[in-house]
């Protein structure tokens, strides 16, 4: 929020103290946070809001669900900082069900890299080739590519049928397919 104005500044920390006390109204703040701190510092405003309030596994997930694509693209991104289990992997499923480029993005972060299991973290990534998400929206990417065979596979099956298809195949899938490579602990 370096960037942000006065007035967004004198808001967000109104906002902060009401979200650090549990008031009420923390929650509509939450929301409105777009309106007041420009569409650029919303993700950052927001992450802030919930973990000033703490927010715990029920309120990211009300508000997730309560919440549009902004909101929930926030709720994602703050996972990482807000819950040490698996209680929030359901709403990085739900995101990966989308479409939404930007929920996608959010969805494969640092909590998706510990939580995720493997099958679903390949699914996962595949979901990024589908959509063209950038695979440096993957967190944990060579760490969890590495040596995995079944990746492999699935990666040369996706390739393949773009091809046969007749359709491009995503400049991506060849850096991943490259970080499959055996290593010498697999």
């Known amino acids: 929020m370096v960037t942000a104005g006065a007035a967004a500044r004198a808001w967000l920390d109104s906002a902060l103290a ?31 809001l919930l973990r000033a309030a703490g927010a715990d596994p029920d309120t990211l997930t009300r508000l997730y669900r309560h919440g549009a694509a902004a909101e929930r693209r926030a709720v994602l991104l703050a996972l990482p900082a807000l819950v040490t289990g698996p209680e929030a992997v359901p709403l990085v499923e739900d995101a990966l069900r989308t479409h939404d480029t930007t ?44 040596g995995d065979r079944e990746l492999a596979r699935m990666l040369g099956d996706h390739a393949a049928e773009r091809t046969a298809a007749g359709r491009d195949v995503p400049a991506d899938l060849n850096r991943v397919l490259a970080l499959t490579a055996p290593t010498e602990e697999s």
């Open 103 to 146: 929920l996608i993005a959010a969805a494969v972060g640092p909590y998706a890299a510990t939580h995720l299991t493997p099958h679903a973290w390949r699914h996962a990534l595949l979901k990024c080739l589908f959509t063209d998400v950038p695979v440096t929206a993957v967190a944990g990417l060579a760490e969890r590519a590495a």
């Open 18 to 48: 009401e979200a650090e006390a549990r008031a009420p109204a923390w929650e509509e703040r939450f929301v409105a946070a777009g309106r007041h701190c420009g569409r650029e510092h919303a993700d950052e405003a927001r992450t802030l």
